[in-house]
């Protein structure tokens, strides 16, 4: 009788002590998830979205030695879907006043469109920490009526 006792308290003993030993591990999971989530704006760890939203001005310059260099100012505010878009103007020899979709991908931004001739403009940068500084590429595409030739570049928008 008495090895019975012994064993049912034996079992009993290893069952409260896996219960408790299940119970540290949870509770540390618990603990390691919440420390890594920001516990205020301030603090927060996660990458807040760019806001792209305003005016944006600067100037292009070909990679083709004879072509020319061009202003471009973009205003970019959201469309009635929320969509973000820019209108443009620029003093381009192919685009003139080009509407444009806005993508943004963490510090990539995509500005791409056409102009009412069908001219079109692709604009692919990366943002400077400050978001204010926009390094870019630039490709412009003639219409199909071949009025304009294809031109390609670099430049900087700045955030006005």
């Known amino acids: 009788m008495t090895s019975k006792i012994f064993l049912i308290r034996v079992l ?3 069952l409260l002590l896996l219960m408790m030993r299940a119970g540290w591990l949870c509770a540390a999971r618990l603990t390691d998830g ?3 989530k920001p516990t205020s ?4 760890a996660q990458q807040v979205a760019t806001d792209v939203r305003g005016t944006w001005s600067g100037t292009f310059f070909s990679k083709d030695s004879n072509g ?3 202003t471009i100012t973009v205003v970019i505010t959201p469309n009635s879907r ?3 878009v820019g209108s443009s103007t620029l003093d381009a020899d192919c685009v003139k006043g080009a509407q444009l ?3 943004v991908k963490g ?3 995509v500005l791409a469109g056409s102009d009412k001739e069908g001219d079109n403009i692709t604009v692919r940068g990366t943002l400077d920490n400050t978001g204010t500084l926009l390094k870019s590429a630039y490709i412009l595409n003639g219409s ?3 009025g304009c030739e294809t031109d390609n570049g670099t430049g900087t928008l700045v955030k006005q």
């Open 41 to 44: 704006a301030a603090g927060s």
């Open 68 to 70: 020319r260099s061009f």
């Open 82 to 84: 929320g969509h973000l």
């Open 144 to 146: 199909a009526t071949g």
């Open 101 to 103: 979709e806005v993508t």
């Open 107 to 109: 510090s990539e931004v």
């Open 12 to 14: 009993f003993l290893s």
């Open 34 to 36: 919440q420390s890594k």
